[in-house]
């Protein structure tokens, strides 16, 4: 891989020869790292290639992807380079791995959450198979100025907690409905806690990606 990126990777399980698997790419919130996600994972990474990547600016104790203007406003500069970043990280894996281009995911919790709903827009049902965004929102100005593909029955898993005091509930609800007025397949999953990822929540995840493989 030519990318800039530092991330975590893990193949199928003895996959047949010739055979082309499913691949899902894993971005994580601010202060985190690549080491964070592949643990929600783990009953189904036999069966595809798994790429968590770590985002490229220090944010003790960990990483980030972009940095923030605001509150809920990225900056515009850095936010729009790291889509084409990892847009272009997705191409190149699947043009160096045994990767079926028509089965490519995207998983993002927070700050990753961020990513994915913008992601999916950019590059559509043509690129993508679905999403899973977890306790996210999405930007304002990709909402209004960017171009967007048709995510015309694309399928999501969207998810937050109602008693999340990092990124508020309602911006969850607001992607909800974004993203079903752009007929995409939602499937939206309100939780009893906070900022984070619950057993139940893991449990959709995974039963997410069986459906869709």
């Known amino acids: ?25 894993l971005l994580h ?22 790429f968590s990547l770590q985002g ?10 972009f940095t923030v203007e605001e509150f809920g406003k990225p900056h515009r500069n850095v936010f729009d380079q790291i889509i084409l970043h990892i847009k272009d990280f997705i191409e190149e894996a699947i043009h160096e791995y045994p990767i079926d281009a028509t089965k490519t995911f995207l998983l993002g919790f927070s700050q990753g959450a961020v990513l994915t709903q ?28 960017y171009s967007k593909r048709s995510v015309e029955q694309f399928p999501m898993l969207i998810t937050h907690g109602k008693m999340d005091y990092v990124l508020p509930y309602q911006w969850g609800e607001d992607s909800k409905d974004f993203f079903k007025e752009e007929k995409a397949n939602v499937t939206f999953m309100a939780f009893e806690d906070g900022h984070g990822v619950t057993p139940e929540v893991q449990r959709e995840i995974i039963q997410f990606f069986k459906t869709n493989f």
């Open 1 to 25: 891989m030519k990318s800039p990126f530092t991330f975590d990777y893990s193949a199928p399980k003895n996959p047949e020869q010739g055979k082309l698997y499913p691949a899902v790419f």
């Open 29 to 50: 919130g601010m202060g985190s790292n690549e080491k964070d996600l592949p643990g929600l994972l783990t009953d189904i990474q036999d069966d595809c290639h798994i």
């Open 56 to 65: 490229p600016i220090l944010q003790a104790p960990g990483y980030a992807f």
């Open 118 to 145: 913008t992601l999916s827009l950019v590059l559509g049902t043509e690129k993508l198979a679905g999403a899973v965004v977890l306790s996210g929102y999405l930007p304002g100005h990709v909402k209004e100025e």
